[in-house]
């Protein structure tokens, strides 16, 4: 679940609000323990991720800039590499696990 919380400060063009809102449902689900609160529990739910996106814009607002400027299309890039990394990883492994022929 907490794979799709991005890092959303530092980009261009700047970090959006249903960015910021969808890393702050993410963050609920995750400390809840829910994917979907029930009735009884919506409102409160809805308040959680309402604070934490405002937070999270409160921070994303107040931070200093070190280092290179963010783009969604490098993030998207890297985030590929490491994907192909481990896929490689487990080829290997599963190719030193594998039960020799014979």
Known sequence: MCRNIRV???????TTE??????????????????KPSQLDNEVFEHAIDEVAHATEHLLGHLHA???????EGEKLKGQERWKAREAALARRSAKAAPAPG
């Open 8 to 14: 959303l400060h530092n980009f261009k063009p700047p």
């Open 18 to 35: 249903e960015e910021i809102r969808a890393a702050a449902l993410q963050f609920v689900r995750k400390v809840s323990g829910l994917n």
């Open 66 to 72: 070190h280092g290179k400027v963010r783009t969604r």
